[in-house]
């Protein structure tokens, strides 16, 4: 019986074995440069909700992890009629943590991480003059899914949360109502989620791996 | 001599319109243009506006293109005082199609930025400003494919987006453009 249960756990670890490590890859995807354009929904936790556009190209390095370079310019409607846009740009790393759901597989789920420069402006929309800015940088992970519509272009849906490390622009209001707008002094830690659409087309490939 | 003529005249015309109608249309390489007018609804404003509207469109497949289009402000068909003084929106996307013989469903993304100023009647007469501003859109429409070099569409757009200068205005806006396109296969 302990004999036949050991041989069964050999049997069952030999099956997920080659499961795992035995199935056929498919022509390789290292290589590919590809180009897209995207929409960002950016939800602050002091900023609100704005809406953004972008564009990005990706460099897969191998079977299993992709390279993604983005920039974008988001908007957003902050209350008492202050704007604050923002202009990212940066790299994110994208790994593919199950090999077999690739094309011809509709749906290749990842996990990113990445870094991320960002300039924030924020202006009072019915005094220009009152508007103050600052550079930053940020680090983000989160997820995301390929939708693979062809062998070459792909929807990509992903979730992401950003932290920058800057001096943030706090908007304060006095007594009398006038609004200003003042950069602390000290760098602090503040987020967002990023939700982003984008399409994607595999246009050629940098290097072929045989 | 005559006769000959004629006879060759028929024959050419039967193989330039074999040519143009016989062949398979929707499929990769085909190119379509269109020159049009658009009519919209803007949806958190009592504002209609109408444009001019051009796309240019590649098919990568014969489900998939990729698309570029611009929309030119003409005016606003509401009564009272215009909203824009400028509202210039360009996109590009992507595009999935479904057909069939000549005909051609799709639905599409296409990320955009509209380059809008508010008519000054909408800040007292105070000076308005140009602002860029990002736009989320999505398509649907309907292509027929006469033949070789002609189509019909029509086409739905929703558009998304808030102008943030001089006042706030929200731009979620339909749009409904259609007519006659061009249209070409670039490869054999």
Same mark, same amino acid.
């Given at each position: 019986?302990?004999?036949?249960?050991?041989?069964?756990?050999?049997?069952?670890?030999?099956?997920?074995?080659?499961?795992?490590?035995?199935?056929?890859?498919?022509?390789?995807?290292?290589?590919?440069?590809?180009?897209?354009?995207?929409?960002?929904?950016?939800?602050?936790?002091?900023?609100?909700?704005?809406?953004?556009?972008?564009?990005?190209?990706?460099?897969?390095?191998?079977?299993?992890?992709?390279?993604?370079?983005?920039?974008? @310019?988001?908007?957003?409607?902050?209350?008492?009629?202050?704007?604050?846009?923002? @202009?990212?740009?940066?790299?994110?790393?994208?790994?593919?943590?199950?090999?077999?759901?690739? @094309?011809?597989?509709?749906?290749?789920?990842?996990?990113?991480?990445?870094?991320?420069?960002?300039?924030?402006?924020?202006?009072?929309?019915?005094?220009?003059?009152?508007?103050?800015?600052?550079?930053?940088?940020?680090?983000?992970?989160?997820?995301?899914?390929?939708?693979?519509?062809?062998?070459?272009?792909?929807?990509?849906?992903?979730?992401?949360?950003?932290?920058?490390?800057?001096?943030?622009?706090?908007?304060?209001?006095?007594?009398?109502?006038?609004?200003?707008?003042?950069?602390?002094?000290?760098?602090?830690?503040?987020?967002?989620?990023?939700?982003?659409?984008?399409?994607?087309?595999?246009?050629?490939?940098?290097?072929?791996?045989? | 001599?005559?006769?000959?003529?004629?006879?060759?005249?028929?024959?050419?015309?039967?193989?330039?319109?074999?040519?143009?109608?016989?062949?398979?249309?929707?499929?990769?390489?085909?190119?379509?243009?269109?020159?049009?007018?658009?009519?919209?609804?803007?949806?958190?404003?009592?504002? !209609?506006?109408?444009?001019?509207?051009?796309?240019?469109?590649?098919?990568?497949?014969?489900?998939?293109?990729?698309?570029?289009?611009?929309?030119?402000?003409?005016?606003?068909? !509401?009564?009272?005082?215009?909203?824009?003084?400028?509202?210039?929106?360009?996109?590009?996307?992507?595009?999935?199609?479904?057909?069939?013989? !000549?005909?051609?469903?799709?639905?599409?993304?296409?990320?955009?930025?509209?380059?809008?100023?508010?008519?000054?009647?909408?800040?007292?007469?105070?000076?308005?400003?140009?602002?860029?501003?990002?736009?989320?859109?999505?398509?649907?429409?309907?292509?027929?494919?006469?033949?070789?070099?002609?189509?019909?569409?029509?086409?739905?757009?929703?558009?998304?987006?808030?102008?943030?200068?001089?006042?706030?205005?929200?731009?979620?806006?339909?749009?409904?453009?259609?007519?006659?396109?061009?249209?070409?296969?670039?490869?054999?």
């Amino acid at each position: 019986m302990c004999c036949t249960k050991r041989h069964l756990l050999v049997i069952i670890s030999l099956v997920v074995q080659s499961a795992v490590f035995g199935q056929a890859l498919g022509p390789s995807k290292t290589g590919w440069f590809s180009l897209g354009g995207r929409n960002t929904l950016s939800t602050f936790t002091h900023d609100g909700t704005g809406l953004g556009t972008g564009g990005q190209f990706r460099v897969q390095l191998s079977q299993d992890v992709n390279t993604e370079w983005f920039a974008d @310019y988001i908007m957003i409607g902050l209350p008492d009629g202050v704007r604050s846009t923002y @202009y990212h740009i940066g790299w994110s790393v994208l790994f593919y943590p199950f090999s077999q759901l690739k @094309y011809p597989r509709v749906i290749q789920p990842y996990i990113l991480a990445g870094h991320c420069f960002d300039y924030n402006e924020k202006t009072v929309i019915a005094a220009p003059s009152v508007s103050e800015s600052r550079w930053g940088s940020a680090v983000q992970a989160g997820i995301g899914t390929h939708v693979n519509l062809s062998e070459k272009f792909d929807v990509s849906l992903c979730s992401q949360y950003m932290v920058h490390l800057t001096n943030e622009l706090n908007v304060e209001k006095d007594a009398a109502g006038n609004l200003s707008i003042q950069k602390e002094q000290r760098n602090s830690a503040e987020g967002h989620l990023l939700i982003t659409v984008s399409i994607n087309y595999k246009i050629f490939r940098l290097w072929e791996k045989h | 001599m005559g006769k000959t003529l004629r006879w060759s005249l028929v024959l050419m015309l039967y193989a330039v319109g074999h040519e143009v109608f016989s062949q398979e249309i929707i499929r990769a390489g085909l190119i379509r243009a269109q020159l049009t007018l658009s009519a919209s609804q803007m949806l958190s404003e009592n504002h !209609s506006n109408f444009y001019l509207h051009g796309n240019f469109e590649g098919y990568l497949t014969k489900r998939l293109s990729l698309s570029g289009e611009g929309y030119h402000y003409l005016g606003d068909l !509401s009564t009272g005082a215009e909203l824009f003084k400028v509202n210039e929106s360009f996109f590009f996307g992507a595009s999935w199609h479904l057909t069939k013989r !000549s005909s051609d469903v799709y639905i599409g993304i296409q990320p955009g930025i509209a380059v809008a100023r508010l008519n000054e009647i909408q800040t007292n007469n105070r000076p308005t400003h140009q602002a860029t501003t990002p736009l989320f859109s999505s398509v649907v429409g309907y292509n027929y494919f006469v033949n070789r070099i002609f189509h019909f569409f029509i086409q739905t757009r929703i558009v998304s987006g808030q102008h943030l200068d001089d006042v706030p205005i929200n731009l979620t806006e339909l749009r409904i453009s259609a007519g006659l396109g061009f249209n070409i296969n670039s490869t054999k």
